[in-house]
C-alpha cells in the first residue's frame, strides 16, 4: 500500500498559480512530485544497511526549476528528443516548431510539458496530472488533451502517458528524471555498472540527429547487453559519455528494458517500459554550475537517465516506430522503475 500526502510547494511569479507537491510512500519508497512540469523532486530509496537516500537530482525549492537547467526530473513533450531543424511535413503541409537545441528542437520547445503547471488529481496510491496543450503550442498542430499518472506499489514507481489529439500530431512524452544510486550529489555514476537490453541503437550527427541508420550493437560501446562499470567503459572505448537512443523491441507489453546497480549501495533500478527506445543518457552536459539540494554541485557524468521515447527525430524518418496520432486514437505507454537491493 502506498500513502499520498499533498502540500504546497511554491507560488509561480506574478501570480501565475500555486506549485503543490505529492508524496508518495510505501515501505520500500518515498517520491516527491511537483505539478510543475510533473517533476520528481526527490525520490529516497534505502540500501542494504537499511539507510534512505534521496537518488535524484534537483532543487528543493521551486525557484530552482523556474531557472534554466537541464530538465531535472520533468516530464517533457509534446515530442521528447530531437526533432532535426524543428521542422516536419503532415500531409502536405510544413510545420515550424521552435528551435531551442543548436539548429534542432528538443523536448517540445521553448516552453515545453516541463514548463507548464498541470491539474493534479489525488488517487488512492498516487496522482494524476493532466492538461490541455492548445492548438499551435511551440508549433505543433491540433489540441492534445495530456494526463500524466504516477503510482507507487512497494519498490516499483510507474508512470502511465495517456493522450488524445483533435488533430494529427507527433507525440512522445517521457520523464526526464537525473538519477544516481550513491545518492544525489555524489560526484560521478562511473561505479554504476549497467545493462541495457537492445541488439540495436541509432548512430546520431554533430547536431546529435539520429542519421538514419540502426545500428547493431554488437563489437561496439552500445553494447550493453551484459553489464559494464560504466567509468571502466568510457575509458575504454574513449568515449565522452552517451546520449543516444537504444532500439527496443517495440509492444505494448511491459518488457525489460535496463538495469543499472550500484555496488557501494546494493541499490538496483530496473527499467520496464512499453515504449520502442530509450535514451541513455550520461549527464554530459552538466557542468557544476547549478546548485542543487543540500547544497549539491553536478558535475559532468553526475547522474544519468533512461529516458523512454519513441526514436528520435521519429517525425521526419519513416522507417522509425510511428510517431503520429491520429484524431480518435489513444496514446497510451507506461514505464515502470523498480528499486531493490542486491
Known sequence: MASVTRAVFGDLPSGAGTVEKFQLQSDLLKVDIISWGCTITALEVKDRQGRASDVVL???ELEGYLQ???YFGAVVGRVANRIAKGTFTLDGKEHKLAINNGPNSLHGGVRGFDKVLWTPQVLSDGVQFSRVSPDGEE??????????TYTLDGGELMINYRAQASQTTPVSLTNHSYFNLAGQGSPNIYDHEVTIEADAFLPVDETLIPTGEVAPVQGTAFDLRKPVKLGKHLQEFHINGFDHNFCL????EKRFCARVRHAGSGRVLEVYS?????Q???GNFLDGTLRGKKGAVYPKHSGFCLETQNWPDAVNQPHFPPVLLRPG?????????????A
Request: aromatic share 22%; proline share 7%.
Open 68 to 70: 534554466k537547467q537541464p
Open 280 to 282: 541513455f543518457y550520461t
Open 58 to 60: 534537483g532543487f528543493a
Open 249 to 252: 523491441k517495440g509492444s505494448k
Open 329 to 341: 486514437e489513444e496514446y497510451d505507454h507506461t514505464t515502470w522503475f523498480k528499486f531493490s537491493v
Open 139 to 148: 508549433g505543433y498542430p491540433g489540441e492534445l488533451k495530456v494526463w500524466v
Open 274 to 278: 512499453t515504449q520502442p527506445g530509450v
